[in-house]
């Protein structure tokens, strides 16, 4: 009996072909350009009371672009606060953000884009006077502040 080789012959075809599909998957993908936006401006965090005759907001004239809201409740019962626009400039987009019940004693968060304009802090309580924020023009870019998120 005689040996069986095996022989593998391979298309010159076949390699060419894995090569052209390989090239032209390389080349797909998006053909628009890549706009490198820049970042929005950095979050600011504004610190908010309710204590029993007013609200106090700090800063209470700041740049536009996202805040956080930081509120504590130095009042004898639960308040809800809202943060709403009051006047905006031209372009600017209508806010009426809440918390939810902010018991004694106790802390609350809201965030928010603030265009520029005024705004309202305040709470349901009428006997409690209300706090206002003075929006400015856009503050700058986060683009080339390190460590943020």
């Known amino acids: 009996m005689r040996p069986v080789h095996a022989t593998r012959t391979t298309s010159w075809g076949a390699i060419a072909a894995s090569v052209a599909l390989a090239l032209g998957a390389g080349g797909c993908g998006d053909d628009g350009d890549f706009g490198n936006v820049p970042r929005p401006p950095t979050e600011i ?5 309710i ?5 106090s907001v ?10 956080e809201l930081l509120v504590s409740n130095q009042t004898r019962t639960s ?5 709403a626009s009051e006047t905006l400039a031209t372009g600017g987009h209508t806010l009426k953000q ?3 019940p902010i018991n ?7 965030k928010a884009t603030l265009d520029p304009g005024t ?6 309580d009428d006997g409690i006077a209300p ?8 503050r700058p870019s986060g683009q080339d502040q390190l460590l943020q998120p």
């Open 79 to 83: 308040q809800r606060l809202t943060l």
């Open 45 to 49: 965090t504004v610190g908010a009371t």
């Open 51 to 55: 204590a029993p005759k007013r609200v």
């Open 131 to 138: 706090a206002r924020i003075v929006v400015g023009p856009r």
């Open 98 to 100: 809440g918390t939810g």
């Open 104 to 110: 004694p004693g106790d802390t609350a968060s809201l």
């Open 119 to 124: 705004y309202t802090v305040s709470v349901e």
């Open 58 to 67: 700090s800063p209470a004239r700041l740049g536009g672009g996202p805040i």
